[in-house]
Nanobody
Framework: QVQFVESGGGLVQPGGSLRISCSAA????????MSWYRQAPGKQRELVAV????????NYADSVKGRFTISRDNAKNTVYLQMNSLKPEDTAVYYC????????????????WGQGTQVTVSS
């Protein structure tokens, strides 16, 4: 059974940093691209970062480019998102999932979502 467990979210002030993690199980993690999505209240879920299966290729939404860094540890079946210079508009529930490609458009997820981790940016 495929499972994603996101963790590390919390309350942070604007300009602060946070690193969130996602532990995956139930599939061959090292064979698939991985992604971070986020969903703010009243908004659609959006793709913010993608990383290739070996970790050598990444892609970011314009809204987070230069501030967020996605990485992965295939030995631990874990994907990370380092978030710096956080803004109030980054407030959302963050989810990970395996995806079909490293592209930001016309992509799709393979599995059901986990519970996500809440990130709140506020003073």
């Amino acid at each position: 059974q495929v499972q994603f467990v996101e963790s590390g979210g919390g309350l942070v002030q604007p300009g602060g940093s946070l690193r969130i993690s996602c532990s995956a199980a139930g599939f061959t993690f090292s064979s698939l691209a991985m992604s971070w999505y986020r969903q703010a209240p009243g908004k659609q879920r959006e793709l913010v970062a993608v990383i290739g299966s070996a970790g050598g290729t990444t892609n970011y939404a314009d809204s987070v480019k230069g501030r967020f860094t996605i990485s992965r540890d295939n030995a631990k079946n874990t994907v990370y998102l380092q978030m710096n210079s956080l803004k109030p508009e980054d407030t959302a529930v963050y989810y990970c999932n395996a995806v079909a490609s490293i592209h930001l458009v016309n992509n799709y997820v393979y599995y059901s979502w986990g519970q996500g981790t809440q990130v709140t940016v506020s003073s």
